[in-house]
């Protein structure tokens, strides 16, 4: 048995993907929601499945024997041995019953494993592939994809410079990637990628990370089956659409602070854990993988949704906003959709709706778990296809947007109680952004109400306000459940009854002034000590998983990292598959 390098998830690699000497691989789908992974095998190397935790792919499942099934790399073929399990081990359906030679595409059934056959080019050194190999590459891959439900990536780089910097960023490039990824020529300044068992959203990381090389300029695009297409067409298309529309990025593009007040110039970041709110915006931001902010009411789910739009790469092009609660179910599809002539009763000419009023730059739904059931389904489906028909129409019309979306709603409770469908909820959350209230955040309270204040004060055309020391305990110590709203809301009526003097305890809600006299710092505090226990406990007893964690607590997840967050704990991540 080969000594394993490392350990992921249930599987034990036993070479490093990124330095396989051998041509064979195998892609291992574990059961139920175990993911899968891409396994290297060296000529000359074995692979044991099995049970027992020794073997290089140690699967926890009674189904399996202890020592199930072996792979063997030689001479240049592979083959696989069942030895002596209980249940057996099959090819392409049949059963074996000795060592059988295998062929690329064989499908192995171990147990509730399914181990996918698959073989790379040549160890003969990188070399790019030509336009005739790449489509023949694409034929196979997408086929694989479709007949085994596997995920695939593709990626187009146009990288900027003389021949010989682009010569040089290519070769960095192909150093970058797996042995079975295929790199090839698609234009005179452009390259073409393809990444077999790779998610959307590793794409995206992958091709950042590609375009990132030191000294180059590039601009990349990317797509992947099954969100952007089922066809090598269709992906191709796809992927040099979203090359066409983004900017040349390069090593120095950093998210700081001063480049975030620079894009959006009314946010105020000073609060520790809003400032990780907003590194993760800057993360989020040149990728197009859609985005969900969560959080309560009037936290300021909009401002992040507009720093992940100014800081993209869509920046010059629309952010569209709607709120999905404000739309009656009668018209909801036709704001979305747009309708054609004749549609319904006052329909007198053909409109565009907010995913034609948002191509080439962002749409944000805001309270996207308002949708009403149909309309989810109908979202999915342009989701899946990037087009939409209007209302009272039948022509597909392709749509160019960056997707991002918020919810006040435990959207994963809402699934549960069959109020949201559950495949469009993870086609939106794919990246989970969540906003803590104002309460969980006071040293943003007085920066803010500051800034409010010379907002209003310059709309209304009143002099320059500012706050007596008792209004400003009274803001501090208020408990803000409109949060930002209504704290804004606050401000304006205070600055309008001040009438250009300095902002007073007498000018505020009667309830926050009560709220500052009876405030009682210690007993917040052990609330406070309390809790953060409790989630310290949680933790420990379900070994970091924050799923399992959640469900201890009767939390979602998303709940139980809004808490995580707030009391600044921060428990090792989750393994996530490729």
Known sequence: MSEPTGRTTGLRAIVDPLRIASSWYVVVALPGDGGSRVVPIADGAELVIGRHPECDV?????????????????????????????????????????????????????????????????????????????????????????????????????????????????????????????????????????????????????????????????????????????????????????????????????????????????????????????????????TTISVLVVGETGTGKEMVAEAIHRLGSRADGPFVRINCAALSDSLVESELFGHEAGAF????????????????????LDEVGELPLVTQAKLLRVLERWTIVRVGGTREIAVDVRLVCATNRDLESEVQHGRFREDLFYRIAKFVIPVPPLRDRRSEILPLAVQFAHEIATELRLPPVGFMPEALDALKAGDWPGNVR?????????????????????????????????????????????????????????????????????????????????????????????
């Open 58 to 286: 140690p699967i926890d499942d009674d189904a399996l024997s202890r020592r199930h099934a072996v792979m063997r790399s030689g001479g240049g073929s592979l083959v696989v041995e069942d030895l002596g399990s209980r249940n057996g081990t099959t090819i392409n359906g049949n059963p074996i019953n000795a060592a059988r030679r295998l062929a690329v595409g064989d499908v192995i059934a171990i147990g509730p494993v399914t181990v996918i056959v698959a073989r790379s080019t040549p160890s003969r050194g990188r070399q790019l592939a030509t336009l005739g190999e790449l489509e023949e590459r694409l034929d196979i891959e997408v086929e694989r994809a479709l007949r085994y439900r596997r995920s695939l990536g593709l990626a187009m780089l146009r990288f900027e410079g003389n021949d010989d910097a682009r010569l040089g960023h290519v070769e960095q490039v192909m150093r970058q990637l797996r042995r079975m990824d295929l790199v090839a020529e698609y234009g005179p300044d452009e390259l073409a990628v393809v990444l077999p068992e790779t998610t959307q959203a590793a794409t995206e990381l992958v091709a950042q990370r590609m375009a990132r090389i030191p000294g180059a300029r590039c601009r990349f695009g990317i797509a992947a089956f099954p969100e952007d297409g089922a066809s090598p067409g269709a992906l191709i298309g796809v992927a040099r659409t979203r090359l066409r529309g983004t900017r040349a990025v390069t090593m120095d593009d950093g998210q700081s602070s001063a480049n975030l007040a620079r894009v959006v110039p009314k946010l105020v970041v000073v609060d520790p854990m809003m400032k990780q709110v907003y590194k993760l915006a800057a993360r989020a931001a040149p």
């Open 345 to 364: 009763t006052g329909a007198t000419r053909t409109t565009d709706g907010v995913f034609a009023a948002a191509s080439g730059g962002t749409l944000f």
């Open 486 to 578: 209504e704290l804004r809301n606050v401000i304006e009526r205070a600055v309008v009854l001040a009438d250009g003097e300095r902002v007073d305890r007498p000018h505020l809600p009667e309830h926050l002034t009560e709220s500052a006299r009876s405030d009682r710092p210690e007993i917040r505090q052990r609330v406070a000590d309390v809790e953060r226990e409790m989630l310290r406990v949680a933790l420990e007893a379900a070994g970091g998983n924050q799923t399992r964690a959640a469900k201890q607590l009767g939390l979602s997840r998303f709940a139980l990292i809004r808490l995580l967050t707030k009391h600044g704990l921060k428990p090792a991540r989750e393994p996530q598959s490729q």
